[in-house]
């Protein structure tokens, strides 16, 4: 080293401030999640198909309500609206969950959240977590209005309140039901490519593709088989499943004495999909 050389102090300094840990980045993650979902902090171009989808909702919920106010008749149940509604769920799965996990896998930002103390199982949690609760509000903020609707015109007083206050949870526990099966769908399929119209076009397609499947087999001659026939579409499943929990007079679809048999398939279908994104995030991790 030289005589003229110098040691220059240009302030560099330790960070002394909080770490949060993994639950904070998780946290932070789910929030970024749902707010994505909705478009929020983004352009005005984000906003538009999920508030279209929700204001839509929102839409039947009001009629619905005011069908009640004015005539006591209840058009359909809480249950039933989320199966009234499962076509704009798929479409609403279809945009935001390409937008929740393709974007990052196109950006080749993945080595940066699975850096310390961030872990791929708590990137999928929080993913998975912030589109269950994005399609479980989708559902249950219109339920809330179809329950204003009654509960300020029902007979009963406080009794007729408290009965539909009771119904209206049944709607939201069905609601999740439905989150949980189409959100881990659409992410593991959303998670296969970086390319969101791709990942969009692939969440449609495995749900069109499958509905047919149910009608061919709902007209075989065989009585089992028709009654079987629902575990083959995602959405004619969880119908089955709210039809065994929740009886109606007039059920969607026909699923006998099997309804134990969706209520498995269902929860096997969502295991399987979270098992199989681990798999896969596990190995992008790897890379």
Known sequence: MSEASV????????YTGPRHGRGHVLAAIYGHGVRTAFGFGRTAKAKIFPWMVA???????????????????????????A??????????????????????????????????????????????????????????????????????????????????????????????????????????????????????????AVFLMTAPVVGV????????AQELAGLASPMSLVTGVGTWLIPVKDPGIDIGRFGPVYAIEAVTLIAACLLLLLARYRKVASL
């Open 217 to 224: 087999l709902a007209s075989l001659p065989s009585r089992t």
């Open 83 to 204: 199966d009234s509604v499962s076509w704009l769920i798929i479409f609403f799965v279809a945009i935001v969950a390409p937008e929740l996990v393709s974007r990052d896998l196109h950006a080749g930002v993945l080595p940066l959240y699975f850096s310390r103390p961030l872990r791929s199982a708590d990137y999928l949690a929080a993913k998975f977590a912030a589109l269950v609760s994005a399609v479980w509000l989708l559902i249950g903020a219109p339920q809330v209005i179809m329950f204003l609707g009654a509960a300020f015109t029902t007979k009963d007083g406080v009794h007729g309140v408290w009965s539909e206050l009771g119904r209206l949870l049944g709607g939201w526990a069905f609601g999740a039901l439905w989150a949980l099966v189409f959100a881990s769908i659409a992410l593991l399929i959303a998670s296969l490519t970086g390319k969101r119209a791709f990942a969009a076009g692939g969440i449609v």
């Open 55 to 81: 204001g839509i909702a929102l839409i039947v919920a009001i009629i619905l309500a005011a069908v009640r106010s004015q005539t006591g008749l209840e058009v359909i149940t809480y249950a039933q609206f």
């Open 7 to 14: 040691i220059h102090d240009i302030g560099y300094q330790r």
